[in-house]
């Protein structure tokens, strides 16, 4: 069963289970339209895999790195599941970027790949939302990547044994497919990230991993709806607005 983060009527956050029609906790229920679900962590950081995907490096114009390109996100840039995700000012265009997200469940430090899925607590969906007018004229992708409200995350924590090998990843704006792939294409598994990244950086619970986006991703506009599937895990949902 999923877990889930919402805040409750009286403005508790609580840790639930998802269900079809509702959320409950404590055994009490509550439909959708009573709760705020919440991302389904709290990362210190938001630790992104950039090119992981052939296809996308190859519509991008870049070459496949020959280790995993890592860049990060702050804790400013989390949205939620049923948010209003509000474009950064001025920009030309901001695009989407539909990938799966890891959810570290224990503290990592130079993990070997074969003991890496022991310090995953599960998967999630990830909407990597780029910022392309500046991400490229800077090498640190600060401005282009790590703006308030670029990564929303949701809807629920999927456990390892629930998100198969080859995972479907699609993304839908307004209804209408945009990318469509799997965990098979990735360049880099799950388990070669964690043990690149923790050789170089310590892993909190809660911290995510966003594994890198497969191919078609297109800019967003004022009022688009949009909508990230991966097998397994579910449809994290929000829309978008142009800054006024």
């Known amino acids: 069963m ?17 269900h079809d029609d509702h959320v409950s906790f404590a055994g009490e229920t509550y439909s959708f339209d009573e709760v705020d679900i919440l991302p389904p962590c709290e990362p210190t950081k938001i630790v992104c895999i950039g090119r992981n995907y052939a296809e996308h490096a190859d519509e991008m114009e870049n070459e496949v790195p020959d280790r995993p390109l890592l860049f990060l996100k702050a804790p400013n840039a989390l949205a939620s599941h ?32 074969d003991d890496a899925m022991d310090y995953v607590a599960g998967f999630t969906c990830m909407n990597d939302v780029s910022n392309r007018d500046d991400q490229n004229r800077e090498q640190n992708w600060v401005r282009g990547k790590a703006f308030d409200n670029s990564a929303p995350l949701g809807p629920v924590l999927a456990t390892p044994d629930e998100v198969p090998e080859d995972a479907s990843i699609e993304l839908r704006v307004n209804g209408e ?19 690149e990244i923790t050789t170089y950086l310590t892993l909190e ?16 506009s004022d009022g688009d709806h949009v909508e990230i599937e991966v097998e397994g895990v579910g449809v994290l949902e929000h829309d978008v607005r142009a800054a006024e």
């Open 177 to 195: 497919t945009k990318q469509s792939s799997s965990r098979d294409y990735m360049m880099f598994s799950v388990p070669e990230l964690i043990a």
């Open 2 to 18: 999923h877990r889930v983060r919402f805040r409750d009527p009286a403005g508790s956050v609580r840790d639930g289970h998802w």
């Open 82 to 113: 049923g948010g209003t995700v509000p474009l950064p000012a001025g920009k030309e265009r901001v695009d989407w970027e539909a990938e799966l997200a890891v959810v570290v469940g224990a503290q990592a430090r130079n993990v070997a790949e």
């Open 205 to 220: 619970p809660g911290d995510v991993i966003s594994t890198g986006t497969p191919a078609g991703v297109g800019a967003l």
